[in-house]
C-alpha cells in the first residue's frame, strides 16, 4: 500500500532554514506529481507547492514564492521541500501528499505530516 | 484566488441520521471538487474527487453532490467513526481548501 513519511521538522528560529523530506513507498513514484500541504496550528489546511512527476513543472503558493524550493529524486523515491527565510507564520504541520498522474489536482495519500515551529 | 466557504461551521448530528456539509466555491470550479476527512492528530483522507466519485474504499454512506459554485457532502447513516472534520478543495484553478465543517455527536 502506498506509504508517505515525512522527516526534518521542528524547531527553528526566524529567519532560519529547514529541510524537510518524505519518503515514498508502494507506489510508482516517478509517475506522479507530489505535493507538499501545510496546516497551521488548530487551523485548516493550505495547499504550499507541487512538482511534476519530471520535476518540469513546479508551482507554489504566494506566501512561499522566493522562499521555499521542492524538489524530488526519483531514483531514491524521496521528495523535498528546502524552507529558507523562516517566519512565524510558517509554523505548521507539513504534509506531502500524492497527487496525480498527469496534473496537480487531488490528494488520494498523505503523510502523517511533520511540525515545524518557527520560534525564538 | 478561489475562495471556498463551507457551512455550517460545526454540525451536531446525532448516530444513524443524515448529515450534509456545504461547500460554496467564489467562482465556477465545474466538477474538480474533493473532499476529505481529518480526525484529530490524524492527516486528511480523501473521500470524493470529481465532485462525486468516492475514493478507493469509502463507504457507500458517503455521497457528494453538485458543479459549478455549490456542492454538497452527505453521510446518509452516521456511524461514530465519522465525527471528525471535514475539508473541500477545490483543483480547478489553482488549490485552495474550505474553513473545516466540524461533525460532532448530538
Known amino acids: 500500500q502506498v506509504q508517505l513519511v515525512e522527516s526534518g521538522g521542528g524547531l527553528v528560529k526566524p529567519g532560519g532554514s529547514l529541510r524537510l523530506t518524505c519518503s515514498a513507498s508502494?507506489?510508482?513514484?516517478?509517475?506522479?506529481?507530489m505535493t507538499w500541504i501545510r496546516q497551521a496550528p488548530g487551523k485548516g489546511l493550505e495547499w504550499v507547492s507541487y512538482i511534476s512527476s519530471s520535476s518540469h513543472s513546479i508551482q507554489y503558493a504566494d506566501s512561499v514564492k522566493g522562499r521555499f524550493t521542492v524538489s524530488r529524486d526519483n531514483a531514491r523515491n524521496s521528495l523535498s521541500l528546502q524552507m529558507d527565510s523562516l517566519r512565524a507564520e510558517d509554523t505548521a504541520v507539513y504534509y506531502c501528499?500524492?497527487?496525480?498522474?498527469?496534473?496537480?489536482?487531488?490528494?488520494?495519500?498523505w503523510g502523517q505530516g511533520t511540525l515545524v515551529t518557527v520560534s525564538s | 484566488e478561489i475562495v471556498m466557504t463551507q457551512s455550517p461551521a460545526t454540525l451536531s448530528v446525532s448516530p444513524g441520521e443524515r448529515a450534509t456539509v456545504s461547500c460554496r466555491a467564489s467562482?465556477?470550479?465545474?466538477?474538480?471538487l474533493a473532499w476529505y476527512q481529518q480526525k484529530p492528530g490524524q492527516a486528511p483522507r480523501l473521500l470524493i474527487y470529481g465532485a462525486s466519485t468516492r475514493a478507493t474504499g469509502i463507504p457507500a454512506r458517503f455521497s457528494g453532490s453538485g458543479s459549478g459554485t455549490e456542492f454538497t457532502l452527505t453521510i446518509s447513516s452516521l456511524q461514530s467513526e465519522d465525527f471528525a472534520v471535514y475539508y473541500c478543495?477545490?483543483?480547478?484553478?489553482?488549490?485552495?481548501f474550505g474553513q473545516g465543517t466540524k461533525l460532532e455527536s448530538k
Open positions: 478543495q477545490q483543483y480547478n484553478f489553482w488549490y485552495t
Open positions: 508502494g507506489f510508482t513514484f516517478s509517475d506522479y506529481y
Open positions: 501528499a500524492k497527487d496525480g498522474r498527469y496534473s496537480s489536482s487531488y490528494y488520494d495519500s
Open positions: 467562482q465556477s470550479i465545474s466538477s474538480k
